[in-house]
């Protein structure tokens, strides 16, 4: 009885080590799986990171194997052949890579996250290269917005299969409405091979980085709503095409311009 129980014990004790160790490593990194991407062009990949390693080294890792990857760029050392770079955005908790002039040998890479004096934490994530038309993309992977109005997102597809739209490291919209941190989403599929992403009522906490899927394909979207009166004057009355025009040289000029139009 008593060689049955210690047994026990410690295979319920190996059993929490394991678990805890999966866990931990299951929620250090958050990114997409799969991006379809075209041969020649450049794509951006955010990786969400918890807020304890806020301050760590954080790279990009290529290859297939993680005992095998190389270094492709880190936050303190640049790429200096401009063919990848990062970002860290600290108040998001995501750092940013991004792949230019793809090809065909840039398919297997790794977001990880330097641990001093320990593993480090790591997630895979594959590019699908082609030559034709991605089987899922958007018209621009970063939009802007303004807060208090919609925004549409187009993403356009190939295949048969649900549409969801998501945001990194939160909840998915997968019917025709939903939300997403308190901002409403509505969707359709009204176009042949588009499906039709609406954010209504958008706020500053809505700006982050999104996406699109179709079963394990993804397609990353960055969102900024912006509240600056001067760029939305400019976009909607196009003052921008008669400024060049008028004879004014300060900062005060160009606000009276504008509270007259207003």
């Not at 588009?194 to 179709?214: H, N, P, Q």
Request: aromatic letters at 12%; proline letters at 3%; one cysteine or more.
């Amino acid at each position: 009885m008593f060689e049955v129980y210690s047994l026990t014990g410690m295979a319920a004790h190996l059993i929490i080590l394991l678990l805890f160790s999966v866990l931990k490593g299951v929620h250090s990194i958050t990114t997409v799986s799969k991006v379809s991407v075209k041969a020649g062009k450049s794509i951006s990949i955010p990786c969400l990171y918890e807020s304890q390693y806020i301050n760590n080294v954080k790279y990009l890792c290529e290859g297939y194997y993680w005992t095998y990857c190389r270094y492709a760029v880190k936050t303190n050392k640049a790429d200096p052949s401009g063919k990848y770079s990062i970002s860290d955005d600290k108040k998001l908790k995501i750092f940013t890579v991004t792949i230019n002039q793809l090809t065909n040998e840039n398919t297997d890479y790794w977001c990880v996250v330097e641990i001093n004096k320990g593993e480090d934490y790591k997630q895979y994530f594959q590019l699908s290269v082609t030559r034709g038309t991605p089987s899922l993309y958007v018209d621009h992977q970063r939009i802007t917005g303004y807060t208090g109005e919609s925004i549409t997102i187009r993403c356009h597809h190939s295949n048969s299969g649900e549409m969801k739209w998501c945001r990194l490291g939160r909840n998915c919209v997968t019917g025709s409405s939903g939300s997403i941190d308190g901002a409403a989403v509505t969707t359709h599929m009204r176009d042949p091979n588009v499906f039709t992403v609406t954010m209504s009522g958008l706020r500053s906490k809505d700006s982050g980085w999104y996406w699109c899927a179709e079963g394990d394909i993804q397609i990353p979207v960055y969102l900024k709503p912006i509240t600056s009166e001067y760029c939305k004057l400019s976009t909607k009355l196009h003052v921008y095409e008669f400024f060049p025009f008028l004879n004014f040289t300060t900062v005060t000029d160009i606000r009276m311009i504008i509270v007259t139009v207003l």
